[in-house]
């Protein structure tokens, strides 16, 4: 009998700690679930506070683009009128665009005959002299007064802007060169190109049209900005020099793109000049490239028309 009162008496014992333990453990359970709530609840209030602070940052432009056409930015890049204008100037103004211009050299010709052009750095320094004080300049000026006049409707303008740059070429090659690719130009940019008000721009002009002034009249009837359009014209003609130079010369490619970079600052700053010059800033002191656009025509053989 005393044998088995301690057995009776250690089954509640055991049961004791097992519902103790039972309790501690529920107890642990239930703490560690709460704790887990409060950081997941923390978490959950910093990362909402978080994208509250990023939406109120960033919500301003997208109102903007859902209600407003949308503006130059990183990822637009530009506006479907600044990308049309791109285009048109890309088109015009490349050397696929056929106004003839490769069978032309502004008497660069004649240079490389009579031994003033003979390598790359040679031809840098006659086309760099020749689009800073030379027949570059003056085009550029026309081109910007040309692009002034039609774009103000000012017929009486426009039409004395073309006959003095008509006039102001100095040979009778350099006349053929830039009257035939000046018609060419307005011809194709009617037939393929054309716009409100550029007819009535071609009439005012009245006669002959070169090149520079077709570049501007046809610039302004489609609206293109006249910095652009400036830019890319002298672009274009420096980059047909040096393609006739290549060819003359001859220049491989890698010493023609090294010309064409070398030139770069002397076209932005040409291209500023006669953005801000007038018709009494016309003028060139390139009297050796003058001479050699008049004795081109003497040649006994001749790859170019000027």
Do not use: K
Request: aromatic share 6%; with cysteine.
């Amino acid at each position: 009998m005393r044998a088995a009162m301690p057995m009776r008496a250690s089954l509640p014992r055991t049961r004791t700690i097992m519902v103790i333990t039972t309790i501690i453990t529920a107890i642990t359970i239930t703490t560690v679930i709460t704790i887990t709530t409060v950081i997941t609840i923390t978490t959950v209030i910093t990362i909402t506070t978080t994208s509250i602070a990023i939406t109120t940052t960033t919500i301003t432009p997208m109102l903007m683009t859902t209600s407003e056409p949308l503006a130059f930015d990183d990822r637009r890049g530009m506006t479907a009128d600044e990308g049309a204008a791109l285009y048109r100037l890309m088109t015009w103004l490349s050397p696929a665009f056929p106004v003839g211009a490769f069978s032309y050299s502004s008497g660069i010709e004649w240079a490389v005959e009579a031994g003033d052009i003979v390598d790359a750095a040679s031809l840098r320094d006659w086309l760099a002299a020749m689009l800073a004080d030379g027949s570059g300049f003056c085009d550029g000026v026309f081109l910007a007064q040309a692009h002034r006049a039609a774009s103000a409707r000012d017929d009486a303008m426009l039409r004395e802007i073309t006959e003095l740059a008509a006039a102001f070429v100095p040979s009778r090659e350099r006349q053929l060169e830039t009257s035939t690719q000046g018609r060419a130009f307005i011809e194709i940019a009617r037939a393929a190109w054309s716009c409100d008000g550029l007819d009535e721009s071609v009439a005012a002009c009245g006669g002959a049209i070169v090149y520079p002034v077709a570049v501007g009249v046809v610039s302004a009837a489609h609206a293109i900005p006249l910095a652009p359009a400036m830019h890319a014209f002298l672009h274009a003609l420096v980059s047909n020099w040096i393609s006739a130079g290549a060819r003359l010369v001859p220049l491989g490619q890698t010493d023609s793109q090294r010309v064409l970079a070398a030139l770069e600052p002397v076209v932005v700053v040409t291209a500023g000049r006669a953005l801000e010059a007038s018709l009494d800033d016309l003028g060139s002191t390139t009297f050796r490239a003058d001479l050699a656009s008049l004795r081109h025509e003497t040649q006994y053989t001749r790859l170019f028309r000027s």
